[in-house]
C-alpha cells in the first residue's frame, strides 16, 4: 500500500524541489478567528490566531468548493508539545497566516473530539510517509480528499524537512497550474486506501497459537534490565502488561507463564522508580524520552492513568507487594485531587509545558515538576535534604542522563536511585523513620510546587475515557477493598448518565464542556463505557449499572457491527463527510474499541449465559485473524479476549446480602485472588437475584447453606458444590479454568 500510494504524493517532491527563504516575524497582533465559538480547549487555544481557522463543518467546505480553494487542515490535541510548537512558530506569524488565508480554507480538528477525521487522514499519512503524528498537517481537495500530508513543520527549511512556507507555496502554484492532476491523484488515493480496507478482513477461525507467538514477541523485545519492550522512547503501553498477565495466569506454573510475570512486575517497577513517575504528586507522564524511565514527556492523559491503575493493582493482587498498591492510590488520588469535576465526570489531560515563572511569558516543558538541588536544600533544610536527595538521585548539576539540548541543566527530574532500606542504611535510619522522613519531605515539595505556575489542563470530559476511568476506580475499591473509590466510581458513572446519555435516542455523546458536545459517540465511547459499568456492576453489585451496560451494548451492536465481516466499525456511517469507514484494530495508547467490546460480550454471555454475545465475540475475533496471525503483539488486548473465548471462564455466584458484613468477608476473599477469566455475581435474595433468574435458570435456586453466605464457583453454570469455608472457596477460585475441546459435563 505504501509504495503504490507514494506515486500519487508527487506533493512531497515538489515542495522539496525547490528552496525560499521564510519572510521575517511581524510584530504579534490580537486576532479573533471562528474558533472563538468554539468548546473544545485545542480549538479555543488557537481562536486569536491571524489564520483564519475554520471548524470542521459545512462551513468550511462550502467556503471551499465556492471558491476553489484546498483545504489546510491540521488536527492535534490540547496537550500535544509539538502542536504548541508548531502554533507558535508559524500560525502565529502574520507572514504565514496570510500567505495560507489567501490561498488555502483552513480547518482546524482536535483529535479527540473527532476520533473518527484523525483516523481517516492519519491512515493517509502513515500510508504515504511510513509514519504519523501529531500535529498532523494534510492537504485537501473541496471534496476531503488528501493530497499531501505530513506531521510538524518548522516555518523554514531545517533539519532536512521543508519549510511550512516553501511547501505552501508549491501547493498554491501546483493548484494554480495542475488542479486537474491533483483531484485525479486524490481520488486514487481514497479508492487505494478503501482498497486496503476491504482486503484486510478476517479468516474462519483464529489459530491457537497466535498468544504463544506474541508472548514470544514480546520476550524478544523485554529489555530485561530497565523493564519495558524495545528501546527508547519507551511508551507504558498498559496493554501489553494486561496480555502479559493474562498469559501468567492461564498458565501460572509454566516456565512461559512465569516469565511473563517477570516482564509486567519489573516494567511497573521501573516505571514507578522512574522519572515518567510523578514522585510528589501522583499519577504517570506520557512516556520517557530515554530507556531508563527517567525523562518524560511531561503531559498526563487520562487515559493513560486510568489502565496503568488497574496494571498496578493485578500486580498488587498477584504478589502483594506493598509498592503496587502505593503506586496504584497515588494514581487514583492524583486524578481524584487534580482531574476530577465538581460533578463527577473526569478532564482529559493536563498539559507538558507551562510557565517558567508567573511573572514571565516563557514556558518550557517540565517547568512545573522539575527541581534545582538549590531549592530542595532550602525547602528541606540540610539533613532532612541529604535523606531525600539520597533517595530521589538528586545531583548538583541536575540529573538528567540524556539532555542533549540541555533543557534540564541544573536540573532534577525525581527518581527513586536508592530503595528505602538502602536509604534506611546510610543515613543509620529505621526503615519506618526513613520512611516518614521521605513522607514528609515529599509533601512540603507538594505544597511549594502548588504555589508554581500548573500546566494548562484540558477539562473536556471524553466518555470513552471516563468509561476506563470507571474501570479503575471500581476495580481498586474492589481490589483495596476501599468504599472512597467505589463512591468516585458511581459518581462518574452518574455524570455520564446524566450529561452525556441521550435517552430519547438511546445514544451517547462524544464529550462534555459547558454542555454535551453535539458530535455523537464513537464505538470506543460505547465500548469502554460498557466496560466501566460492568466492572462497577461486580463491586456494586448493582444491577442498575448492569441493565445501562446491556442496553448499551446493544446500541453499539446496531449502530457499529459489521453484521457481515464482524467486527465493529468506528463511526456510524451516517457523516458523508467521513470518506471512509474504518474498523480500529490495533491496541495502542488506547484499546481498540474492537478488543473492549470482544470481552465486553464474553463477559456478558457468560454472565447472563447468552449465546448470541457469546457468538458475536467470536465474529469479532475472527474478523481480525490475519492480522493476529500475522503480527500478535500489535492485538495484546484482543489476545486477553481470544484468551477468554478458549477457556470456559468462571462464574463465582455469592449467595447472601451485599450488606451483610459476612458476605463482604467472603467477597473480599474473592476479590483477594487474580483470575483472569472471571465474572461475579451476587444473589441477593431480592431485585438483584430476580434480575439473573428471569434470565438464567440456574439462578432461580441459589441460595444460602445454613444462613450463612456461600459460594457457587461454576463453569457454564455447572457448579462445584458450594461452600461457606473461604479456604475451600479460595483453592476453587485458584483451581485452573478448563479449556474448550476438553470434555464437558452435562448441564
Known amino acids: 500500500m505504501h509504495r503504490s500510494l507514494s506515486r500519487w504524493q508527487w506533493g512531497v517532491a515538489f515542495a522539496l524541489a525547490v528552496s525560499a527563504a521564510l519572510p521575517g516575524r511581524a510584530a504579534d497582533e490580537q486576532h479573533t478567528n471562528r474558533l472563538v465559538h468554539e468548546k473544545s480547549p485545542y480549538l479555543l487555544q488557537h481562536a486569536h490566531n491571524p489564520v483564519d481557522w475554520y471548524p470542521w463543518g459545512k462551513e468550511a467546505f462550502d467556503k471551499a468548493k465556492k471558491e476553489n480553494k484546498p483545504i489546510f487542515l491540521s488536527v492535534g490535541y490540547s496537550t500535544c508539545h509539538w502542536c504548541h510548537v508548531m502554533e507558535h512558530e508559524s500560525f502565529e506569524n502574520p507572514e504565514i497566516a496570510k500567505l495560507m488565508n489567501e490561498n488555502f480554507v483552513n480547518i482546524k480538528v482536535d483529535r479527540e473530539e473527532r476520533p473518527d477525521i484523525d483516523q481517516v487522514y492519519m491512515t493517509f499519512v502513515q ?410 456492576y461486580e463491586v456494586s453489585f448493582d444491577v442498575g449499572r448492569l441493565e445501562p451496560a446491556m442496553n448499551l451494548q446493544r446500541r453499539e451492536d446496531e449502530l457499529f457491527r459489521d453484521g457481515k465481516d464482524g467486527g465493529y466499525f468506528t463511526t456510524s456511517g451516517t457523516d458523508p463527510n467521513v470518506l471512509l469507514r474504518m474498523k480500529e484494530a490495533d491496541d495502542t495508547a488506547e484499546p481498540s474499541p474492537n478488543s473492549i467490546t470482544a470481552m465486553n460480550l464474553l463477559r456478558i454471555g457468560y454472565t447472563l449465559d447468552q449465546d448470541g454475545a457469546r457468538h458475536r465475540a467470536e465474529k469479532t475475533l475472527t474478523a481480525f485473524a490475519k492480522q493476529l496471525e500475522v503480527a500478535p503483539s500489535s492485538m495484546p488486548q484482543m489476545l486477553v479476549a481470544f484468551s477468554w473465548s478458549r477457556s470456559k471462564p468462571k462464574q463465582v455466584v455469592i449467595a447472601g446480602k451485599a450488606n451483610d458484613a459476612a458476605t463482604q468477608i467472603m467477597l473480599g476473599e474473592v476479590h483477594r485472588h487474580f483470575v483472569p477469566h472471571e465474572v461475579l455475581i451476587l444473589a441477593d435474595g431480592g431485585a438483584g437475584q430476580q434480575f439473573f433468574a428471569n434470565r438464567v435458570e440456574f439462578m432461580k435456586s441459589v441460595s444460602k447453606i445454613d444462613n450463612k453466605p456461600t459460594a457457587y464457583v461454576c463453569e457454564n453454570f455447572v457448579c462445584q458444590l458450594p461452600t461457606t469455608d473461604l479456604k475451600t472457596l479460595a483453592n476453587l477460585l485458584t483451581r485452573p479454568a478448563s479449556i474448550k475441546g476438553s470434555a464437558e459435563r452435562s448441564r
Open 127 to 536: 500510508a504515504t510517509n511510513g509514519s504519523g503524528g501529531w500535529p498532523m498537517t494534510v492537504l485537501l481537495t473541496p471534496d476531503l480528499k488528501p493530497f499531501f500530508g505530513g506531521t510538524y513543520f518548522p516555518p523554514e527549511d531545517k533539519w532536512g524537512q521543508p519549510g511550512l512556507t516553501r511547501v505552501l507555496n508549491k501547493i498554491a502554484e501546483a493548484w494554480k497550474s495542475d488542479r486537474e492532476r491533483i483531484v485525479a491523484s486524490s481520488a486514487k488515493i481514497i479508492d487505494q486506501l478503501q482498497s486496503a480496507i476491504a482486503i484486510s478482513g478476517g479468516a474462519e477461525k483464529v489459530s491457537n497459537a497466535v498468544a504463544r507467538k506474541a508472548y514470544e514477541q514480546f520476550a524478544s523485545q523485554f529489555d530485561a534490565k530497565f523493564g519495558g519492550f524495545g528501546g527508547a522512547p519507551k511508551f507504558p503501553r498498559p496493554v501489553t502488561l494486561n496480555f502479559l498477565f493474562d498469559f501468567y495466569g492461564s498458565n501460572p506454573e509454566s516456565k512461559e507463564g512465569k516469565r511473563a510475570l517477570e516482564m509486567s512486575i519489573l516494567t511497573l517497577r521501573k516505571m514507578a522508580e522512574g522519572g515518567i513517575h510523578d514522585h510528589i504528586g501522583g499519577g504517570f507522564h506520557r512516556y520517557s524520552t530515554d530507556k531508563f524511565w527517567h525523562v518524560p514527556h511531561f503531559e498526563k492523559m487520562l487515559y493513560d492513568q486510568a489502565q496503568l491503575a488497574i496494571a498496578y493493582l493485578d500486580a498488587f493482587q498477584i504478589t502483594r507487594d506493598p509498592l503496587f498498591e502505593k503506586t496504584a492510590r497515588d494514581i487514583l488520588d492524583y486524578v481524584h485531587r487534580e482531574m476530577t469535576d465538581k460533578d463527577g465526570g473526569f478532564y482529559s489531560a493536563e498539559d507538558a509545558d507551562s510557565l517558567i515563572s508567573a511573572e514571565k511569558p516563557e514556558h518550557a516543558e517540565g517547568a512545573f515538576y522539575v527541581w534545582s538541588k538549590d531549592e530542595i536544600d532550602r525547602l528541606l533544610g540540610a539533613e532532612r535534604a541529604k535523606v531525600f536527595e539520597y533517595h530521589q538521585g538528586v545531583e548538583e548539576g541536575g540529573n538528567a542522563p540524556e539532555d542533549p539540548q540541555g533543557e534540564f541543566k541544573n536540573k532534577n527530574i525525581l527518581i527513586e536511585r536508592h530503595d528505602l532500606a538502602d536509604t534506611a542504611k546510610k543515613f543509620r535510619l529505621t526503615n519506618d523513620k526513613a520512611e516518614q522522613l521521605l513522607d514528609e519531605s515529599r509533601k512540603l515539595l507538594f505544597d511549594a510546587r502548588a504555589k508554581r505556575p500548573r500546566p494548562a489542563r484540558d477539562d473536556k470530559i471524553v466518555t470513552a475515557w471516563n468509561g476506563l476511568m470507571i474501570s479503575a476506580f471500581a476495580r481498586a475499591s474492589e481490589v483495596l477493598n476501599d468504599p472512597a473509590y467505589l463512591e468516585t466510581a458511581n459518581n462518574a458513572a452518574d455524570f455520564i448518565q446524566q450529561k452525556l446519555y441521550r435517552a430519547d435516542t438511546n445514544t451517547l455523546s462524544r464529550s462534555y464542556r459547558q454542555g454535551a458536545s453535539d458530535v455523537n459517540g464513537f464505538a470506543s465511547d460505547y465500548a469502554f463505557l460498557v466496560q466501566g459499568l460492568r466492572d462497577l
